[in-house]
């Protein structure tokens, strides 16, 4: 069964630092996806990572995939306010997609 | 364009009852899959439809089944509520794997509480 874990669980930011969440899957997967979710909310689509050494980036956020290590990267820039939200990655395997457990971040002035 | 819609947004049953989700996807979109994410369990896989098949279903009883329609609206149905089953359900539509644009958007959710 594919497995994906995430770390940190929880990542307490401090405004304009930079942060890395990381994510490892078990299996084998040609796609990786990163969500952003904010309470009460559904999920809303950052990244889809679909090759080794794919590298995306939009404002502060850059997402990374090395196949080879079954590892991609969340990298935060200057963190700011508006992000605060619980970030999801997810490997697609047979039609399914598994979640890692979450990354909620605070930032805090 | 219109995204995933996902009918009622919040439901409230009682134990025993029975419930129907609905999901309409994406004009064009082919797949629709179905998710229960709880605090204790996180985001769990439940069945994924394609063009009326169901191609995979996660590890969940015999109370919960889907079906989807020739014009890949989905509906979702859960019998005998149980407490336990008070979660977000999340629909996602998707283009199928071979499509350059695959990827899963996600609808708002419907939040079943059961009392």
């Known amino acids: 069964e594919l497995k994906v874990e995430q770390n940190p669980l929880f990542l307490s930011m401090q405004e304009g630092k930079n942060y890395t969440i990381y994510c490892n899957y078990s299996?084998?997967?040609?796609?990786l996806y990163w969500y952003r979710q904010d309470p009460g909310k559904s999920l809303e689509s950052l990244f889809v990572?679909?090759?080794?050494?794919a590298v995306k980036q939009e404002g502060r956020l850059m997402a990374s995939l090395d196949t080879k290590a079954r590892l991609s990267t969340l990298h935060i820039t200057a963190a700011v306010h508006d992000l605060s939200a619980t970030y999801f990655c997810?490997?697609?395997?047979?039609?399914?997609?598994?979640f890692g457990a979450g990354t909620t971040v605070t930032v805090r002035a | 364009k219109a995204g995933v819609t996902q009918t009622p947004r919040y439901l409230i049953k009682t134990r025993g009852q029975q419930v129907t989700l609905s999901c309409s996807p994406i004009?064009?979109?082919?797949?629709v899959s179905w998710y229960q994410q709880t605090p204790g369990q996180g985001l769990q896989f439940l069945f994924e439809?394609?063009?009326?098949?169901?191609?995979n279903k996660g590890n969940f009883p015999g109370r919960f089944s889907g079906r989807q329609f020739s014009n890949s609206r989905s509906e979702m149905n859960v019998s005998t509520l149980e407490l336990g089953d008070s979660a977000l359900y999340l629909c996602?539509?998707?283009?199928?794997?071979?499509?350059?644009?695959?990827?899963?958007?996600f609808g708002s959710g419907t939040r079943l509480t059961v009392v």
């Open positions: 990572l679909l090759s080794n050494g």
């Open positions: 997810a490997v697609v395997n047979d039609y399914k997609l598994s």
């Open positions: 996602a539509s998707s283009f199928d794997r071979d499509s350059p644009n695959y990827g899963y958007t």
């Open positions: 299996t084998t997967s040609d796609r």
């Open positions: 439809y394609f063009s009326e098949t169901q191609r």
């Open positions: 004009s064009g979109h082919r797949s």
